[in-house]
């Protein structure tokens, strides 16, 4: 069986998924898989093998045709798309072989986005996505979506991204080597890990929830791992300035090797107001690490282990066995903010017993694979 995965880009956190979904699917017997890579790549991401590049390609018509051939050249059975702009080439290119997609988030989510750019993948979602054969959904959110969207006659099924535990565990067992950095966590650090986007992502929130818990925990430090979008380090930068917390506040950049980090760290924050299923929480509370989120999708939920306690209109902060949940009121950014401080403070002080017993086999290829294979 020859399988063809069509990715954006080999770096960043769809490349990631990508890359444990690639490794997961060449373990499968009497199967060849090749990789279109449809954006940069490059020596510092994931190496990927039988790699196809597009990236240079940028006419539409050229693309697609060159696609096309490929899959005809490699005789391609089930080609897995791993992005929604991803999918809509692989459908475009199409040569009658089963067609898989792969959705993370919501379609809603891309409003962050603009008006204009929303409703153009609205359409195309609806034209070209009801062509595929399976629809693959990350995260409860992103499938109740699509069941909403394309309607339940169709093949959508739930099954999470895989995360490679060993590697996690053996990457989080490396030394902290850079001098500053070392420095930096010899204090005690609440930790973030992921874009610096403020729009979606919340660091804004996170860093104003930090500024209000500061008084109580004078020594401690907040730690931003991640790139920048948006130039949201420019204005992150500026609310330490404004309120004279360089000292304080550290952004360490777009790192490799994260885990390292997280295993070192008091607690991570995710403060997002939109996710599908936060990777980066997964990660760490499989390194034992506690965590605060905002309730920015059910997704959250599910990492948690209590999707049946799920409430899109939460106000009150709620303890789990691995973590808090605070609101995530989007009409209501001073008590998010306050209610978020509030969990960090709690979460500093509380033991989570049964942090230790968090269920990773749900992320595993053992678990996933089929649902692409079936």
């Not at 629809?135 to 959110?141: E, G, L, T």
């Amino acid at each position: 069986m020859n399988i063809l995965l069509l990715i954006p880009s080999n770096i960043g956190t769809i490349a990631s998924v990508s890359y444990n979904l690639y490794k997961g699917l060449c373990q499968q017997d009497n199967t060849t898989v090749f990789v279109a890579c449809l954006g940069p790549y490059t020596k510092d991401g994931f190496n990927f093998g039988n790699v196809f590049e597009l990236g240079s390609i940028r006419t539409s018509i050229l693309r697609c045709v060159n696609l096309y051939g490929f899959k005809k050249k490699n005789k391609i059975d089930i080609s897995i798309s791993t992005l929604l702009g991803a999918t809509y080439w692989n459908v475009l290119s199409g040569i009658g072989e089963k067609k898989v997609g792969v959705f993370h988030t919501r379609l809603s989510q891309l409003k962050f986005k603009g008006v204009l750019y929303y409703w153009c993948n609205y359409i195309a979602n609806m034209v070209l996505c009801s062509r595929l054969d399976t629809m693959i959904a990350v995260n409860r959110s992103a499938y109740l979506d699509l069941i909403k969207l394309h309607g339940s006659n169709k093949n959508i099924r739930l099954a999470y991204n895989i995360h490679d535990f060993s590697i996690i565990n053996n990457l989080s067992q490396e030394e902290i080597t850079d001098p500053n950095e070392k420095k930096i966590f010899e204090s005690k650090v609440i930790l973030y890990v992921g874009s610096l986007r403020c729009k979606i992502k919340g660091t804004d929130r996170l860093f104003y929830a930090f500024a209000k818990i500061l008084k109580k925990y004078p020594g401690y430090k907040l730690v931003y791992v991640g790139s920048d979008e948006e130039n949201a380090r420019e204005y992150l930068q500026k609310l330490c300035n404004d309120y004279d917390l360089t000292d304080s506040v550290y952004f360490l950049g777009r790192k490799r090797n994260p885990y390292k980090y997280m295993k070192h760290a008091e607690l991570l924050v995710s403060p997002s107001r939109d996710e599908g299923l936060p990777g980066v929480l997964i990660e760490a509370l499989s390194l034992g690490l506690k965590c605060v989120a905002s309730n920015s999708s059910i997704g959250v939920w599910e990492i948690m282990q209590c999707p049946d306690k799920y409430n899109p209109h939460l106000s009150r902060i709620i303890e789990t066995d691995f973590g808090l949940i605070c609101p995530n009121l989007l009409d209501n950014e001073a008590a998010t903010i306050n209610m978020m401080g509030e969990a960090i403070d709690i979460c500093l002080s509380t033991r989570f017993n049964k942090i230790h017993s968090f269920d990773i086999s749900r992320f595993s290829a053992s678990s996933v694979i089929p649902n692409y294979l079936q």
